[in-house]
């Protein structure tokens, strides 16, 4: 047998009872100038029949029962019927229906009789365009390297043909072919590493208790960070229906860039500003924000080389950080300032202490948001965090696929009991793509978070007097 780790077990016993635990990516492409009438029904049956070798990582799936003693274990299938895993759908008409569909689709979780992943060749966009939604569960792959694998298969190269689908396998025997960590992981991968390094748990318990008082020192001195509970409950942190909500849209990096060089910040520190404007003027609006200011748990990578995707292993490579996001403040350019002073000082502190200290450090608030919710006559005054906003970089040329040009990339995160909202940027060629992802009881105008991150990015402009 080939069991699943403890974590990835516990992911797959918890989505019993909870919220489908998978990640998505959303292509937008446009057709070649060289494309005929039937062009989306060829691309279609093209996908179905190119008789490519499949990924490892997609022709597996969790099991349990009887016959495995009730552990989680891996099933390799020697066949994959691709009718089961690659559908056609026409998005119906109408403003704001295409994302309406992605909701839809985004709620449907993996069979998991069978591989679990699935992709969907979505034509009726406006001007002949037409899309590609890919969902992955999280045991099977991270977001990382989700990315990581449909960025393999596009190219620079608009005259490109005959290429493969994204799920053809492309090892080059440096990929492993074991099945890689969860997004989920992200928050919970270093604990991975942990078991492997019982011979250093003295040092790591030091780390551990060092990072607490530092932590503790932080929020009290230098307004950097914030401890366990320390985040306002606010109706992201409740228990989530079964209905998904998604909204997307992109802006020039050269607008970002700008307000960047303006502030002396990174591009990150900006597009994390912009999701807590957007929130911020979202909870004003219900009269719902919080006197105290909203908490992010924000990834931080300790890779060398963070774009080194292809020769490291997923565990033991994200520390996290729990970021003020500063809607407190009524100046963008003071909240802008408080998000890059944290962010700066959780990559120094994650830095010296490596991704399972920090990981450790943050269980108890990630314990606080994601469990307290499934508990009755639970006091709704503290969470952990209140929102995960994640940064992925995406390829830096424009892109086509067998010559149609990927025009958009927008990343799909999971949400679950307690973290009701979740927002993940990419960056692609000359623009950054915002993901943002919500229980649709719990964000039910998530389209509106669009407008207002470009008011907020507006916002930044004026007050840093950029042009």
Known sequence: ??????????????????????????????????????????????????????????????????????????????????????????????????????????????????????????????????????????????????????????????????????????????????????????????????????????????????????????????????????????????????????????????????????????ANDVTTALVAGAVRQWLRGRRELPDQSLVAICPITVRGRAGDLSREQHGNMFGLWLCPLGTDLDDPAARLDLIHRSMSEGKRWVGRRGSAPSLLTAAGSIAATVIFPTLPFTPKIRTGYNVPISHVPGPADEMYWNGAHVEEIYPVSTVYDGQGLNVTTCSYADRVGFGYVAGAEVVPDIESLIPLTEACLAELETALEVS
Request: charged share 20%; glycine share 10%.
């Open 1 to 266: 047998m080939n069991p699943l780790d403890p974590l990835d077990a516990a992911m797959m016993t918890a989505e019993l009872v909870s919220s489908p635990m998978h990640v998505g990516a959303v292509l937008v492409l446009s057709p070649p100038a060289d494309a005929g009438p039937n062009y989306v029904d060829e691309l279609y049956s093209w996908t179905l029949d190119a008789g490519d070798s499949i990924d490892p990582r997609l022709r597996r799936y969790p099991h349990h029962g009887v016959d495995t003693g009730g552990l989680w274990v891996w099933r390799d299938v020697d066949s994959v019927d691709l009718s089961q895993h690659c559908q056609r759908v026409r998005a119906p008409a109408g403003d704001g229906a295409f994302w309406r569909l992605i909701g839809e689709l985004d709620a449907i979780r993996l069979d998991r009789s069978r591989p679990m992943w699935m992709s969907y060749l979505i034509d009726g966009l406006d001007e002949g365009r037409f899309a590609f939604y890919i969902k992955v569960h999280h045991t099977v792959i991270d977001g990382v390297a989700g990315f990581r694998m449909i960025a393999d298969g596009l190219s620079a190269d608009p005259g490109q043909r005959s290429m493969a689908p994204f799920y053809a396998d492309r090892r080059d025997g440096s990929t492993p072919s074991t099945p890689s960590s969860g997004l989920l992981t992200r928050l919970t991968a270093p604990l991975r590493s942990v078991v492997g390094k019982a011979a250093t748990s003295v040092r790591l318990i030091e780390r551990v208790i060092t990072g607490e008082l530092t932590t503790v020192i932080d929020s009290l001195v230098g307004h950097t960070t914030v401890l366990p509970l320390g985040a306002p409950h606010t109706r992201f942190n409740r228990r989530l229906g079964l209905e998904r909500a998604v909204s997307a849209g992109s802006w020039p990096k050269s607008r970002i860039q700008a307000v960047q060089r303006a502030a002396g910040v990174t």
